[in-house]
């Protein structure tokens, strides 16, 4: 079974940086695109950021380019989200996701999630 695990936030302040990692214990990780969403309090989860199996092409939410990069270890099945800069509307809980088909910008695109992991910027 596939297994996502999220790592890597916390509480930051305004500009500071944070690395989230996610572990993916499946079988195919080198074969699946992965993702990552955020959802704050009261706001539906949202895509963040995408990149493909090979790690060649990636996608962002026009808020978080130029700032967040996320990027993939396929040799330890873990996929990163690097975030610089930090707002406090980035404040959300980010959950790494596994993609299966159809647009890597839509949450139903994805078959296994993990459980996340909290990001709070604030001053």
């Known amino acids: 079974q596939v297994q996502l695990v999220e790592s890597g936030g916390g509480l930051v302040q305004p500009g500071e940086s944070l690395r989230l990692s996610c572990v993916d214990s499946?079988?195919?990780?080198?074969?699946?695109?992965m993702g990552w969403f955020r959802q704050a309090p009261g706001e539906e989860r949202a895509f963040v950021a995408g990149i493909n199996s090979r790690g060649t092409n990636t996608w962002y939410t026009d808020s978080v380019k130029g700032r967040f990069t996320i990027s993939r270890d396929n040799a330890k099945n873990t996929v990163f989200l690097q975030m610089n800069k930090l707002k406090p509307e980035d404040t959300a809980m980010y959950y790494c996701?596994?993609?299966?088909?159809?647009?890597?910008?839509?949450?139903?695109?994805?078959?296994?999630w993990g459980q996340g992991t909290q990001v709070t910027v604030s001053s």
């Open positions: 996701a596994a993609h299966y088909s159809g647009s890597i910008r839509e949450r139903g695109s994805f078959n296994s």
């Open positions: 499946g079988r195919t990780f080198k074969t699946q695109g």
